[in-house]
């Protein structure tokens, strides 16, 4: 799944503010998982980018959260292999594959992060600093997802507390930006996102489309050139901010 992000406001009890004008990103297709251990294995990749996360399972990570139990036969009938299957078999397809996803369902960790995709736009190197900022990351980013028919918006609660991206060897810097002065100054970002609560209360109406809430934190991000799986550069998790970052963010901002 590639996500491209969005823009939209995000109040701390997860209302949000419907009508918001933003450039409409790429729709994420959805994806059918075949079985529940592709939805255990969404997570981990065999080298070079991590494997994205399913709208699948971002859709059952929202359900989770909100402690309901999806209706699985309604998405056993969204998928291509039972819309295009003949009548007569179509019946006796409905008892395996809802079995599969409720196993899927069941195996699923809200420890877990959820891996997005996305494009960002970096300042240039800051030398006395030591980074760069991320310049296209707002308040109101968010991750959209469809599955089913469902589209769910993951939030981000501390992006920009990640907008400055401390790059203090060398090496590392130099190679990051030569390849954000190669590409108008974007670059690839993937992001782990640990889902921590969603609103199943109503939606948002952006652009007369809804969209679910799912709030996360950001656990890590990794910068890699477009079209490249070579890693440029990644963070490690640090959920408090040291005061000389803090002050430097409060410059930017």
Known sequence: MRCRMKRIIFLPVLVLVCCISFLAPKR???QDVPDAAAAAEAETGGGGKPVLTSPF????????????APDFEAWVKQKDAYKNANAFDQPGMIEPMVQK??????????????????????S????KNQGFFVESFKPSTFFPATYAGQSYAIVPQDIMDKQFLKVDDAETAAAVEKAAAGNGRGLTMILQLIPRYADAKSPAVIDDESYWPIAADVKEMMLYPPNSDTMLWHSSDGSTLDKNHQNILNLYQ
């Open 124 to 127: 240039a190197y800051d030398a």
């Open 28 to 30: 994420v297709a959805a």
């Open 101 to 122: 996803m409720k196993e899927a369902y069941n195996l699923l960790q809200l420890t877990d992060p959820l891996l997005v995709e996305t494009q960002v736009t970096l």
């Open 57 to 68: 399972t971002i859709a059952m990570a929202y359900y989770k959260l909100t402690a309901r």
